[in-house]
């Protein structure tokens, strides 16, 4: 039993480079979540999923996009990074109602 | 609307020391609320939680938190610190049929040998 597992852990990417997150729990969670967290702003929810095939956004969606095409995966999408995007990310899945459970992150440097 | 207040970014306490870290948390129906822990370098995980049972809750690692309606309050306290309790603690509050939490901004724990 994995949990929540993130690929990449490390990314550097140039300005206007475009990456994909990937977010794979093996809990059959429905609900699925991808954060920022940059010091001191603590955690800023991006984009969430309450089932397959659905999404919503959060507190700072601008400037990516999130697919959960199978129930066990959530994508996070960057199309056209930029420097305001480095940062820490964050994925977590959670049974409704229940505490959620955080995978070990993804740093992601643009320079 | 739900929201989560917690007080001081950074509590400095000794080795030995009581630590009390404070959440204030505002919803309009019954919530549920949450502690987690980040070591560094690591993703979250789960202290503590309180879903409507007993009002102390008791977590790994000999943390406690107490839920006071009265005074919206679920503080998170450990009788005595240890250098290993040194983290991140954020608490989260859910509520009102919806799970998605809202995070307060996290309180870092610094323990003094």
Redesign the interface.
Known sequence: NAG?TQTPKFRVLKTGQSMTLLCAQDMNHE?MYWYRQDP????R?IH?SVGEGTTAKGEVPDGYNVSRLKKQNFLLGLESAAPSQTSVY?C?S?R??????????TRLTVT | AQSVTQLG?HVSVSEGALVLLRCNYSSSVPP?L?W?VQYP??????LL?Y?SAATLVKGINGFEAEFKKSETSFHLTKPSAHMSDAAEY?C?V?AGGS???T????TSLIVHP
Do not use: C, D, H, W
């Not at chain 1, 409704?96 to 992150?105: A, I, K, L, T």
């Not at chain 2, 370098?41 to 789960?46: D, V």
């Not at chain 2, 995070?103 to 996290?106: A, K, L, T």
């Open positions: 929540v609900y001191g702003m603590g955690l929810l969430y964050f977590a959670q409704g109602g229940s505490e959620q459970y955080f995978g070990p992150g | 970014s549920y949450f987690y370098n690591q993703g979250l995980q789960l939680k879903t954020f989260a859910s799970y998605i939490p995070f307060g901004r996290g």
